[in-house]
């Protein structure tokens, strides 16, 4: 029996309350942090000349002007003092007052302001991580030790996205990631978890008794085909929290030889347009949530390309793109939008494929766990790993070193 999460109620003729971003406007080098933020990294400038660390991002080092490069450093630190701030003019922080603030001093080296978690008091060892608020903007937060962390802070989530009493939506439940994900998605606590069965209609032996878990709901959903879509989503129980778009459609074959061009429409029907179709369905549901996020699966031949699998990495290619896209709409209203790449699965799909290769378990935990730790971008596996460190160190050679 599939149980779902209670009604929200509220007065049907008053007004919404309005949800705000957090202060936008940032310096071109606190963009630079952003970016290496969404992917979970902890960095700070530090000077080529005198290699001292500095925070916050500056354009020329302070003690000797010197040029300043990005590098990860240590993140522990030390509380120095707190306090709490009661009044502010800024419309967001007046919605979440009060908010608690704190000087540490970073291993590292500098001493910084930072969000604090209610946790922690003066003279408490922390962890500072670089998270990004709900408009996608770099800042650091201080943590007890991750076994002691506790995730009800109100201000802390505010940077993650809780699972625990939401409604997800996997859009391919049938695909062993799809499963996984259902699994661990219902194990993280989510209050109903809607499995998308997307045809063909097949036996799913082990993978019936996930289904038939309590919180479960199977629903019948084809990303390709609008009105599946649409059907689906008007019977979903309650308000939609998360989606997490497991779907793809995976087949080897290059361009000119060994290529089949209804496998190739087919894969950019399911990769690229099914996103889109998926994304314009769902964003106005999770633009009215205050946790509302958006998980991608992408495949790392999206960065290159693959000689192998020149249709589908054709179609995850044009799926980063609307996700990047997706992601600028997305952030005026708050919704997290996230990117999980992985190389070759553990699957049907890719038999024929050697080692190294991600269990679908381990996707599914990683998706959890950026969802957790509110990160933006998230590598599974030592082949996306690899992908994605070579193509942001050179591009160009990791374009040619790829189908060698």
Same mark, same amino acid.
């Given at each position: 029996?599939?149980?779902?999460?209670?009604?929200?109620?509220?007065?049907?003729?008053?007004?919404?309350?309005?949800?705000?971003?957090?202060?936008?406007?940032?310096?071109?080098?606190?963009?630079?942090?952003?970016?290496?933020?969404?992917?979970?990294?902890?960095?700070?400038?530090?000077?080529?000349d005198?290699?001292?660390?500095?925070?916050?991002?500056?354009?020329?080092?302070?003690?000797?002007?010197?040029?300043?490069?990005?590098?990860?450093?240590?993140n522990?630190?030390?509380?120095?003092?707190?306090?709490?701030?009661?009044?502010?003019?800024n419309?967001?922080?007046?919605?979440?007052?009060?908010?608690?603030?704190?000087?540490?001093?970073?291993?590292?080296?500098?001493?910084?302001?930072?969000?604090l978690?209610?946790?922690?008091g003066?003279?408490?060892?922390?962890?500072v991580?670089?998270?990004?608020?709900?408009?996608?903007?770099?800042?650091?937060f201080?943590?007890?030790?991750?076994?002691?962390?506790?995730?009800t802070?109100p201000?802390?989530?505010e940077?993650?996205?809780p699972?625990?009493?939401?409604?997800?939506?996997?859009?391919d439940?049938? @695909? +062993?990631?799809?499963?996984?994900?259902?699994? &661990?998605m219902? =194990?993280?606590? $989510?209050? !109903?978890?809607?499995?998308?069965?997307?045809?063909?209609?097949?036996?799913?032996?082990?993978?019936?008794?996930v289904?038939?878990?309590?919180?479960?709901?199977q629903?019948?959903?084809?990303?390709?085909?609008?009105?599946?879509?649409?059907?689906?989503?008007?019977?979903?129980?309650?308000?939609?929290?998360?989606?997490?778009?497991?779907?793809?459609?995976?087949?080897a074959?290059?361009?000119?030889s060994?290529?089949?061009?209804?496998?190739q429409?087919?894969?950019?029907?399911?990769?690229?347009?099914?996103?889109s179709?998926?994304?314009?369905?769902?964003?106005?549901m999770?633009?009215?949530?205050?946790h509302g996020?958006?998980?991608?699966?992408?495949?790392?031949?999206?960065?290159?390309g @693959? +000689?192998?699998h020149?249709?589908?990495?054709? &179609?995850?290619? =044009?799926?980063? $793109?609307? !996700?990047?896209?997706?992601?600028?709409?997305?952030?005026?209203g708050?919704?997290?939008?996230?990117?999980?790449?992985?190389?070759?699965?553990d699957?049907?799909?890719?038999?024929?494929?050697?080692?190294?290769?991600?269990a679908?378990r381990?996707?599914?935990?990683?998706?959890?766990d950026?969802?957790?730790?509110?990160?933006?971008?998230?590598?599974v596996?030592?082949?996306?790993?690899?992908?994605?460190?070579?193509?942001?160190?050179?591009?160009?050679?990791?374009?040619?070193?790829?189908?060698?």
């Amino acid at each position: 029996m599939t149980t779902r999460p209670p009604k929200e109620t509220r007065d049907p003729v008053a007004r919404k309350k309005a949800r705000h971003l957090s202060p936008g406007k940032r310096s071109r080098a606190m963009h630079a942090m952003s970016a290496r933020a969404a992917q979970g990294r902890f960095v700070l400038q530090v000077c080529e000349d005198c290699g001292e660390a500095t925070y916050p991002p500056r354009d020329a080092c302070p003690v000797c002007w010197g040029e300043l490069d990005w590098e990860d450093q240590p993140n522990g630190a030390t509380v120095l003092c707190e306090t709490s701030v009661r009044v502010s003019t800024n419309l967001y922080f007046r919605d979440h007052l009060p908010w608690r603030m704190g000087k540490v001093a970073l291993d590292a080296g500098p001493v910084a302001l930072v969000h604090l978690h209610r946790s922690l008091g003066p003279d408490d060892r922390a962890v500072v991580r670089a998270m990004l608020d709900r408009g996608g903007n770099a800042a650091l937060f201080a943590l007890p030790s991750p076994g002691d962390i506790d995730m009800t802070d109100p201000q802390l989530r505010e940077f993650v996205v809780p699972i625990t009493g939401k409604t997800v939506l996997v859009s391919d439940a049938r @695909s +062993a990631i799809g499963l996984e994900v259902v699994k &661990a998605m219902h =194990a993280a606590g $989510a209050a !109903l978890v809607v499995a998308g069965m997307a045809p063909p209609d097949r036996r799913l032996g082990a993978g019936e008794e996930v289904l038939s878990l309590e919180g479960v709901q199977q629903m019948p959903l084809d990303i390709t085909d609008q009105t599946s879509l649409s059907e689906a989503l008007s019977k979903v129980g309650g308000p939609l929290d998360i989606v997490i778009n497991t779907a793809r459609y995976v087949r080897a074959g290059g361009v000119s030889s060994g290529g089949n061009l209804v496998d190739q429409r087919h894969a950019f029907d399911v990769s690229a347009m099914g996103l889109s179709r998926l994304a314009q369905a769902t964003g106005p549901m999770l633009a009215g949530r205050s946790h509302g996020a958006f998980v991608d699966l992408i495949s790392s031949d999206a960065l290159i390309g @693959s +000689a192998n699998h020149a249709g589908f990495a054709a &179609a995850e290619a =044009a799926r980063l $793109a609307l !996700l990047q896209s997706f992601r600028h709409e997305m952030r005026g209203g708050g919704v997290r939008v996230m990117s999980v790449f992985t190389g070759p699965v553990d699957d049907e799909h890719h038999q024929k494929v050697p080692p190294p290769k991600v269990a679908p378990r381990r996707i599914a935990s990683a998706i959890v766990d950026a969802l957790t730790q509110g990160r933006e971008q998230t590598c599974v596996g030592d082949v996306a790993q690899d992908a994605m460190a070579r193509w942001l160190d050179d591009p160009a050679l990791y374009a040619r070193e790829k189908n060698l």
